[in-house]
């Protein structure tokens, strides 16, 4: 096997995803004027003269990014499409286009297959996207999916990671915690299941946990929100992998430290009751919980009147000086420093 | 499993991969005016406004599209953004950008990660494209890699499929049967390999046919010909599933026959040479083999003397009326109707 004749070996699960990106990419120079961004955001910018456009893709994985055994093929569809739009809006962008890739193993039927496009299908009717293209093979083992999407906005309407300034406010779209929550509900009723295939349980007081890990959705309502505004955030970026790690990117990013103040943490109800059930406390399931698919973003102070206002939105805190690191100020106004344990996209063995 | 509760099943390797993307996908409608040809070419059609762009990408699976053992991973690097870029100059268009996602196991190193992006540089450098984008998770088994590159040109130069016309003149670029003649020497020294692993065998022979296997290259130089010449042609595709496959496509879009001549198809000496060594008849390896990123097309009638006189392109045939079948005329003169036997993307078991 060729990539094992190198003498030196670094496992990759040393690395974590951010240092292997650096390593693999630091010595690529963009080439053609029409590559605005590249790697390193949400989504790269591509300037197409009228406007400005954004590609984005991810790549998901059966066993790693998803479980069949409670992820519904229609929801698997729906979502994968989803995750790539919210980094359309994380962009301040409209999605227009994706594609979607697919490599399957034959144990999967045309059925199921109709399945998950059924809910790619949903996807699109529901935030006007076109499917435009893509790829189908075959796999060794398990589903595959890889999708990518583009978007368009002015060149001055898109927001980066980097500009957050220091006093900025920290703002959250609606709640966090609850994709986290529904998969701590999903992964137990899998064990039960797997001991009593008889077994009906009642989900209806997880019903919004569920929903939120299982069809997820893309904040269209929050990005045509700051355009009727006319309010460009400074920065702005998706909550994929826990609120803790995408607050560190926005500091690092600007170079600015933050204060985060745990009292004002959006969270449903529900949310807190899954996790006295599950002795988690709820604040790390807010913060390093990863899937809620919410906006993060740097506003002015000027905004501050709208925003607070807003019941979509809450303020969660305020950038500050680079000398200052990001600290959570937690109930007894103690000041912990921030740390980011979100998703690891490779896990120790 | 979810996949499993629907009553019918319709294994996949009963659909072929053409159906099952009709299947999957006609029920979609574009939506955006921007969205100017969707799925069913060689990439993706948006308007931008200043010009066009096109989309296209790729899946590749370790064990299904590329086996290790004989694919050094900056080969594999290279092939995977050179066969996303073909696509691309199919349209007549111009690369531009590429993403690169890609899911490994833990089996990888760093060091090799680092060999496949070394060839992937290479490949923006050559084609002056650049990475702008992509994503990086762990898979349970092997290597996945999935590749989108965009492409521009102005909206009168793209050329698709379904354009082609009654007695245009059918031409591919350079010669054919190379990549698979390769692969035949690559599967046979794995072989011999396992068998007797101190052998060093003498490839010098076959150097021709490996290359064309491990390092295609796209037709860059035939786009910019046709640019230079100010020759759009009526229909494009490139070859990557095999000669008859793709001639019975543009004879099927364009509602057409054809007469293909057996003495007029391309072929290096050296492809012939294998073949005669391993007993394949060498117009079966033009026909079927694949792989191989030439550009076929269809060129009017008056493009006629510049055409035949380039060492690059050769004329091996033309369009007929669509009350006519696909031929091959053999040497013979028997007219023998053309069979697609390319690229499964779902063989059966």
Same mark, same amino acid.
């Given at each position: ?20 990106? *650096? &390593? ?6 963009? @080439?053609?004027?029409?590559?605005? %961004?590249?790697? !390193? +955001? ?113 060149? *001055? &309407? ?6 957050? @300034?220091?006093?900025?406010?920290? %703002?959250?779209? !609606? +709640? ?174």
């Amino acid at each position: 096997m060729l990539e094992d004749k190198s003498p030196a070996r670094t496992p990759l699960d040393q690395l974590g995803e951010f240092l292997l990106i *650096e &390593k693999l990419t630091h010595s690529f120079t963009l @080439q053609n004027t029409s590559s605005v %961004v590249g790697i !390193g +955001d949400d989504a790269a910018v591509c300037d197409f003269s009228a406007g400005q456009t954004v590609l984005t893709t991810d790549l998901l994985v059966e066993g790693i990014h998803f479980d069949l055994s409670y992820m519904p093929l229609k929801h698997l569809g729906y979502k994968s499409v989803v995750v790539n739009l919210s980094d359309v809006y994380a962009m301040n962008a409209k999605p227009a286009q994706i594609t979607v890739s697919l490599a399957v193993s034959n144990r999967f039927s045309l059925e199921a297959l109709e399945e998950l496009y059924a809910g790619i299908r949903l996807a699109c009717q529901n935030y006007k996207v076109d499917l435009v293209g893509g790829d189908t093979t075959s796999s060794t083992t398990g589903l595959i999916l890889s999708i990518t999407a583009t978007g368009q906005a002015a060149a *001055e &309407k898109i927001v980066r990671r980097n500009g957050a @300034q220091a006093n900025d406010l920290l %703002v959250v779209s !609606g +709640d966090l915690g609850g994709a986290y929550a529904g998969l701590q509900i999903l992964e137990r009723e899998k064990a039960v299941f797997k001991a009593n295939p008889q077994s009906q349980p009642d989900l209806t007081p997880y019903s919004y946990s569920i929903e939120r890990q299982l069809k997820p959705e893309a904040r269209k309502d929050v990005f045509e929100l700051l355009d009727e505004w006319d309010l460009v955030p400074n920065a702005m970026m998706d909550i994929s992998d826990g609120l803790s790690s995408e607050i560190l990117h926005l500091c690092k990013q600007g170079q600015l430290g933050c204060h985060l103040y745990e009292e004002k943490l959006p969270i449903d109800p529900e949310v807190v009751s899954i996790c006295e059930e599950f002795k988690i406390n709820s604040s790390t399931a807010v913060l390093n919980g990863g899937e809620d698919y919410e906006l993060l973003m740097a506003v002015p102070q000027s905004a501050f009147e709208k925003v607070k206002n807003h019941p979509w939105l809450s303020i969660i805190g305020h950038f500050t000086d680079k000398q200052e690191e990001a600290y959570l100020i937690n109930g007894l106004e103690q000041a912990i420093p921030l740390e980011a344990q979100g998703w690891q996209a490779f896990p120790e063995d």
